[in-house]
């Protein structure tokens, strides 16, 4: 479908190095008989501390039919809405804030229905979580800006690209199984991902990879704090306004970066690579011993892809 998928070209981008694999260098592996040694990037594992953060204003938008808790750094700059995962709110960009901030953009982080700090979902009339970020920026008086979604933000922001797409400057979405899709073939790959009672286990097991989990306990735990602070109210699964099929996907026009973890129990690589190759002109990115929270567990690297991406979108 044309996109330009990394993945695709064997290309692992982790916080810094570049680990290339094609067919000829893995077939020279295979016949070799010295041993082959891949140099370890100290910086992967080490814990990450949560920096400063950048002077923002928080604030509840009184939008149609709720109030959504928010926090802007403000500024000139182009904004940049971060769109969380369920099991999140406006309370998990802390790495992303200072840094995105940093870089030049105004940056915004919010709470959909029934997460910390915002209205619980109605569940007689929950809403449509696209129609209620564009009724942020809205407020925010925003004409344009670009989303950087994880998880279940992910569906959000790519039912906001279809029909919002004049609003849009880019999207990037990372960890998305888009488990709302209609296609048989997308369907049975992405049942085939999880096992019976997955849902069931502890969502620091779900949503962060194992090397993250030995390496960084008092990151789980801080995830954890912040994981339960966020479940504040009655919250339901995110409500579309389009329908979500190759059709649909394949008629977004935003630039559009997809990331993946390379350990992600929901969304491996292989399953956002069938979604990428889907919108037109994407590109997708896999980040080594990674689950599926790549904002947090390698926050350095996240940053970087997010900034880069966005950047070149608005040149």
């Not at 149609?64 to 971060?82: A, H, N, S």
């Not at 099991?87 to 940093?102: E, I, R």
């Not at 096992?195 to 097991?205: A, I, N, Q």
């Not at 990428?276 to 590109?283: F, K, L, Y």
Request: contains cysteine; neutral net charge; aromatic residues 10%.
């Amino acid at each position: 479908m044309g996109a330009r998928n990394h993945a695709a070209r064997g290309q692992w981008r982790g916080r810094d190095f570049v680990f290339s694999v094609g067919m000829a260098s893995a077939g020279a592996f295979l016949m070799s008989s010295k041993p082959v040694r891949a140099a370890i990037p100290e910086t992967l594992f080490a814990p990450v501390p949560i920096p400063v953060q950048a002077p923002a204003k928080e604030g509840l938008a009184a939008l149609p039919g709720t109030k959504l808790f928010y926090w802007d750094t403000g500024g000139d700059g182009v904004p940049v809405i971060l769109v969380h995962p369920a099991t999140g709110s406006a309370l998990f960009w802390p790495y992303q804030q200072p840094a995105l901030a940093a870089a030049g953009f105004r940056v915004i982080g919010y709470s959909r229905r029934g997460y910390f700090g915002s209205d619980a979902a109605d569940p007689t009339n929950a809403g449509v979580a696209s129609e209620d970020l564009l009724a942020l920026a809205n407020f925010l008086g925003l004409k344009k800006f670009a989303a950087v979604a994880s998880a279940a933000g992910c569906t959000v922001t790519l039912d906001f690209a279809m029909s919002h797409a004049d609003r849009l400057l880019a999207a990037v979405v990372s960890g998305g199984s888009l488990g709302n899709m209609s296609d048989p073939e997308y369907l049975r790959a992405n049942a085939s991902v999880a096992t019976k009672g997955f849902e069931e286990m502890p969502p620091e097991f779900r949503e962060l990879g194992p090397s993250y989990r030995a390496a960084n306990p008092a990151g789980v735990k801080a995830w954890i704090e912040l994981e339960k602070k966020s479940l504040a109210g009655n919250r339901m699964g995110p409500k579309n306004a389009n329908a979500f099929n190759w059709s649909t996907l394949g008629a977004i026009t935003t630039p559009t970066l997809f990331l993946a973890g390379a350990a992600d129990l929901y969304a491996p690589p292989a399953l956002m690579r069938i979604a990428a190759a889907h919108v037109p002109g994407a590109e997708m990115q896999i980040f080594p011993e990674c689950g599926h929270s790549a904002y947090w567990e390698q926050p350095a690297a996240f940053n970087r892809a997010v900034i880069e991406f966005v950047g070149q979108t608005i040149k």
